[in-house]
C-alpha cells in the first residue's frame, strides 16, 4: 500500500508510531491493512475538527486527503488495526465482537493531548463475523452530521473528522455505495473490551488494559483514598459518575441511542457508535428509535436504566481485579452505587438550566415532572417547545407563545404561574438569555439528515455543508435557515433506522 508524503505546501497529519493502545499487544488487536476504495471523493469534512486537531485544512480538501482516508493509502507513521472486544447485545452475552469494519490509523497529537483516529467501513478484518466490512453513504452521513452535532450540543462523544464516499457497490436490504468516516477520540476502548478479557480468563490482559485506561484516562484513579486502595475499583466509581452525565445529557436534550449494548458504552464516558440513534420529535418517553428493536429494550425512558444494568456489567468484568470473595462483591457494590443518585442530580440539574433556574429550591422537581407529564400527555414537539418557552421566558418579540403548542392550554398556564412564581422578575430576565443557551434551535432531525443524504447520493453536498454548519452552532439563531428548525413533515414519520444502518 502506498504512503502519503508530504510537500512544502501541503501536509499531511503524523502519526505516532508507537505507544497508545496498539502498544498493548498482540492480544488486543490485530495489524491489518484497509481494502482500498475505488475513486474515492470528499463528501464532507468538518473544518472545526480539523482546526482543534491541528491538521491542514489544505490537505484534508486534497484528493491525497481521500485516498488515505478511504483507506487507500498509509499517512505517514501509520499502522493500521483492528482491536477485540467482547459484549452483552440487547441483554444477551454475544461472546467475541471486535472491530468488524472499523481500523484505527493511531494517535495523532493533536493540540490537547493524543487522539485516536479510526476509518470506519474500511474493509473487512478478523472480527468482521462474515461481514463485508464496508458502511454506506447513508449511514455515514448520518453518523458524521450526529457526532459533530452533539458535540455542537455539549455532549461527550466521538467525532467525526470526514465523510469519504465512492461509487463501489455495497449491498444491504438493497445495493448501495460505500462510504468511510473518519472518527477522532481519546480512545475508542468500550465496557466490551474489559469483558473480553474477564470471560476468557485472560487477567494478565485485563490487568494491563484497566492499568492503561488509568494511566492515560484516570489517572487519579491510581492511588485512590477510598475503596481499600484498590484502582479497579476507583476506576468503576469514575467511569459510573461520567456514565451518569452523559445519560442525563442525552435525556435532556432527547437523544435516543438505539442499541446500547454493552460494546457500544464508552469507557470514558462518551457517545459511541451512532447507528439507530435519533432525537425525539413528538415527546413520547416509550418511544423506540430502532426497528430492530422489537422489545423496546431501548426506549427513550430506559436509557438510564439500560446504562446502570452496563455498568454492572463492567463491574462483572472487573471482579477479577477486585479481589475475592464477598470483599470484591461489596467493593464492586460501592463503586456502582454512585450512578443511582449521580443521575438524577446530573438529570434535576439539567433540567434547571433548561429551565433557566440557577440554583435549587423545593418544590423544583415537582416543577418539572409535571412538566413532562404536560408534554408526554399531548405528544408536544421536544425540541421546538423548549426554544418556544425560552423565548417566552425572554420576552423576544415576534415569537410564537409556549402554550400554542397545547391543546389543555389551562394545565399549560396552570405550570405556567407555577414556573413564574419560581422566577423572580430579575431571574426571569436572566433566565431567559440561559436558556437560549442551553436549549437548541436546531437538531438533528430523522428527516433533516434523510434530505441531505438524498442530495448526497446525487452528489450535491451543498445540503450536509449547510447543515452541519447549523448543527455545529445550535444554539443561534441562524435566520436564514429557519426552516431547518421547524415542525418534521409528515414523512419523516416513515423513516425506518434498524441495526443495519
Known amino acids: 500500500m502506498p504512503s502519503i508524503t508530504a510537500t512544502d505546501l501541503v501536509r499531511p497529519p503524523a502519526i505516532k508510531a508507537d505507544g497508545g493502545f496498539a502498544g498493548l499487544g498482540s492480544s488486543f488487536l490485530t495489524f491489518l491493512q484497509s481494502t482500498p476504495l475505488p475513486s474515492p471523493y470528499l463528501v464532507g469534512a468538518s473544518h472545526a475538527l480539523a482546526r482543534e486537531l491541528g491538521l491542514d485544512e489544505e490537505w484534508l480538501r486534497s484528493q491525497d486527503a481521500a485516498e488515505a482516508l478511504a483507506g487507500n493509502a498509509l499517512l505517514p507513521g501509520s499502522q493500521s488495526y483492528a482491536s477485540v472486544y467482547s459484549g452483552h447485545q440487547f441483554g444477551v452475552w454475544a461472546g467475541q465482537l471486535g472491530d468488524g469494519r472499523a481500523i484505527a490509523l493511531g494517535e495523532l497529537a493533536a493540540n490537547d493531548g ?15 463475523r462474515g461481514g463485508d466490512g464496508r458502511a454506506v453513504l447513508r449511514s455515514s452521513i448520518r453518523e458524521f452530521l450526529c457526532s459533530e452535532a452533539m458535540h455542537g ?5 466521538t467525532r467525526a473528522l470526514c465523510v469519504v464516499g465512492s461509487d463501489a457497490p455495497v449491498i444491504r436490504e438493497e445495493v448501495e455505495t460505500a462510504a468511510v468516516v473518519t ?9 466490551g473490551h474489559f469483558e473480553h478479557f474477564s470471560y476468557n480468563e485472560q487477567h494478565a490482559q485485563l490487568k494491563a488494559l484497566a492499568d492503561f485506561v488509568i494511566q492515560r484516562h484516570y489517572p487519579e484513579c491510581a492511588h485512590p483514598d477510598r475503596f481499600a486502595g484498590n484502582p479497579y475499583a476507583a476506576l468503576l466509581h469514575a467511569v459510573s459518575e461520567r456514565t451518569a452525565r452523559l445519560l442525563a445529557q442525552w435525556q435532556a436534550v432527547g437523544f435516543c441511542h438505539g442499541v446500547i449494548n454493552t460494546d ?4 470514558l464516558g462518551l457517545t459511541i457508535d451512532y447507528g439507530p440513534f435519533q432525537f425525539l420529535d413528538a415527546f413520547v418517553p416509550g418511544h423506540v428509535c430502532n426497528h430492530s428493536d422489537t422489545q423496546g429494550r431501548y426506549a427513550y425512558n430506559r436509557q438510564p436504566n439500560i446504562a446502570y444494568w452496563n455498568l454492572f456489567c463492567l463491574g462483572q468484568a472487573l471482579m477479577p481485579l477486585l479481589g475475592e470473595g464477598s470483599a470484591a462483591q461489596e467493593l464492586a457494590l460501592a463503586a456502582l452505587e454512585p450512578y443511582k443518585t449521580a443521575f438524577p442530580q446530573a438529570l434535576a440539574a439539567a433540567y434547571r438550566s433548561k429551565l433557566g433556574m440557577p440554583d435549587t429550591q423545593p ?3 415537582d416543577l418539572i415532572e409535571g412538566l413532562l407529564k404536560l408534554l408526554a400527555a399531548e ?3 421536544y425540541s421546538i417547545f423548549w426554544r418556544q418557552l425560552s423565548h417566552t421566558v425572554a420576552g423576544t418579540a415576534g415569537t410564537p407563545p409556549a402554550r400554542d403548542l397545547f391543546l389543555d392550554r ?3 398556564d396552570a405550570w405556567m404561574l407555577q414556573f413564574s412564581e419560581r422566577l423572580t422578575p430579575i431571574a426571569r430576565a436572566q433566565a431567559g438569555d440561559w436558556m437560549l443557551k442551553t436549549n437548541p434551535k436546531y437538531i438533528l432531525r430523522n428527516h433533516l439528515g434523510e434530505k441531505a443524504i438524498q442530495a448526497a447520493k446525487l452528489k450535491d453536498f451543498s445540503e450536509l455543508e449547510a447543515l452541519l454548519g447549523l ?8 435566520p436564514a435557515h429557519a426552516e431547518y428548525a421547524g415542525f418534521p413533515p409528515d414523512w419523516a414519520s416513515s423513516i425506518e433506522i434498524s441495526c443495519s444502518s
Open 114 to 128: 493524543a487522539v485516536e483516529l479510526q476509518l470506519k467501513g474500511a474493509g473487512r478484518t478478523p472480527y468482521s
Open 153 to 157: 450540543l455539549g455532549i461527550p462523544t
Open 183 to 191: 472518527r477522532a477520540a481519546p480512545s475508542f476502548i468500550r465496557f
Open 264 to 267: 457500544n458504552m464508552s469507557i
Open 363 to 365: 418544590g423544583d422537581l
Open 379 to 381: 405528544g408536544v414537539d
Open 410 to 412: 389551562p394545565a399549560f
Open 471 to 478: 448543527l455545529q452552532a445550535p444554539y443561534d439563531e441562524h
